[in-house]
């Protein structure tokens, strides 16, 4: 199993994603570091499945968002 191709990739579009943060709340750019560490954690865990990149970026997502619900 090869995984380095699905994760750079992963890395890459996250990276492009997060520069595009500064304008947002606390909890929006929480939230989509999250589902950006769920999709590649996901990508990982399943070998590259889109159906487990998008699961784990909806987790992600999920969780970076209601943990920044006491950030202020």
Not at 9 to 34: E, H, K, N, P, Y
Not at 55 to 66: K, L, N, S
Request: some cysteine; aromatic content about 0%.
């Amino acid at each position: 199993m090869n995984t380095t191709r699905p994760l750079a990739i992963a890395s890459v579009v996250a990276a492009v994603a997060l520069a595009g943060c500064s304008g947002m709340t606390t909890q929006q750019r929480d939230t989509a570091i999250g589902a950006g560490i769920g999709g590649v954690a996901g990508s990982v865990l399943t070998g590259g499945s889109a159906a487990g990149t998008i699961g784990g970026a909806a987790v992600g997502g999920v969780i970076g968002h209601e943990t920044s619900k006491g950030k202020k």
